[in-house]
């Protein structure tokens, strides 16, 4: 499929979609939370400049991101990572065909810099401007480098998200089962703080787990749809185990972790398959930035001794980026080339 979009000066069309014979390479930037992005790529799959400036740093020592301040280095570092994104690439204005952004969700005033300033190209070398939902564009960073064709089961697991997607084709993405209340990232980073653990608490909690025992704790798994998760629920119990085994004298920090990491893994597993057994695919995919966890990804890595094809990105492109944003601005079909188009903060 081939979509047609004009520039916002001169009203010139442009043709853009997989099944376009010229290459396309579109320049996207990224700023919905706490990673000031940018990335040039060919044909959506093809990252010919990848640059990610994260402000971890800044906002650890408030114990997670402040908005006003996420928006504040946005704004410092946008136009760097953009020259340093045309200085990877070695490419002009003059050849990139689209400019994106992800429009949302995400913090409004971070989200703002990164969108203005791609509207602000796209007047400048008029060339479309393209809004991107950062969801779709965390299920597209599979695309990155790969092969991968739909149709596949996407696994979503981020800060702010956990939802199963079915992508039919490169356009259509259909959320199937979603967290009625926690996002993955959330709990990871709520339960790593009960346990004392630094800012950005899911990375840290994994590391710990690894070198416990899984089994030591048990949890009951809550009872929703049977597509769906909640993750609050695991969230209190995690709170009482921790005062009582406090209460009793030392922590034991790394099976409490594991056993948590196990509890989630296994839940997230269960239902994709679930979900891939009732539409008869055989291809999984990891999305987002909790698809680093090294237990998640051995889990559904271990289902390739199923017969399963199984995808998930590297590290890079799991956390927030921009390359993500342009594949997605190059597959999907309901992109707005509004230049009036506004950011929204939920999906
Ligand atoms: O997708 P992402 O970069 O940002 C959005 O939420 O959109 O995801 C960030 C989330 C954070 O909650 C972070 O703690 C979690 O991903 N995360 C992890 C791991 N690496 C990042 N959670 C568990 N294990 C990890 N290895
Ligand atoms: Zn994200």
Not at 70 to 94: C, K, M, T, W, Y
Not at 130 to 154: M, Q, S
């Amino acid at each position: 499929m081939t979509r047609d979009f004009t520039t916002p000066i001169t009203s010139q069309k442009i043709i853009l979609g997989h099944e376009k014979p010229e290459d396309v390479i579109i320049l996207a930037t990224e700023t919905s939370c706490d990673e000031t992005a940018c990335a040039i790529v060919k044909n959506g799959r093809e990252v010919l400049a990848n640059v990610v400036a994260t402000q971890i740093k800044t906002h650890r020592q408030f114990g997670g991101v402040v908005p006003e301040v996420a928006a504040r280095e946005h704004l410092e570092a946008i136009n760097l990572v953009i020259d340093e994104a045309f200085s990877q690439s070695g490419l002009l204005p003059s050849d990139i065909d689209a400019i994106a952004s992800t429009q949302g969700p995400g913090l409004v005033g971070a989200l703002l810099v990164g969108f203005n300033a791609a509207k602000a190209l796209s007047l400048a070398y008029d060339k479309p401007f393209l809004a991107v939902n950062h969801l779709k564009g965390h299920v597209c960073a599979n695309y990155l480098d790969t092969e991968l064709k739909p149709p596949f089961v996407a696994l979503l697991v981020s800060g702010g998200h956990t939802q199963i997607i079915r992508v039919d084709s490169y356009q259509k993405q259909e959320i199937i089962g979603e967290t009625i209340d926690d996002a993955v990232g959330e709990a990871y980073d709520k339960v790593a703080r009960l346990m004392g653990l630094e800012y950005p608490g899911g990375p840290n909690l994994d590391k710990l787990a690894q070198k416990g025992n899984p089994k030591r704790f048990k949890f009951t798994e809550a009872k929703v749809g049977e597509y769906d998760f909640s993750f609050s629920g695991l969230k209190t119990a995690m709170l009482r185990l921790i005062q009582s085994l406090e209460k009793e004298g030392e922590l034991p920090k790394e099976d409490i972790a594991a056993s948590f990491q196990e509890a989630v893994s296994s839940v997230l597993l269960k239902k994709t398959l679930r979900v891939a057994q009732k539409y008869d695919i055989k291809t999984l995919a990891l999305a987002g930035g909790v698809a680093a966890n090294s237990e998640i990804r051995k889990k559904f890595f271990d289902m390739k001794e199923q017969g399963y094809e199984v995808y998930a990105p590297p590290m890079k492109y799991c956390t927030d980026n921009a390359a993500m944003i342009a594949s997605a601005a190059y597959f999907l079909s309901n992109v707005s080339d509004d230049l009036d188009s506004e950011v929204f903060s939920r999906a």
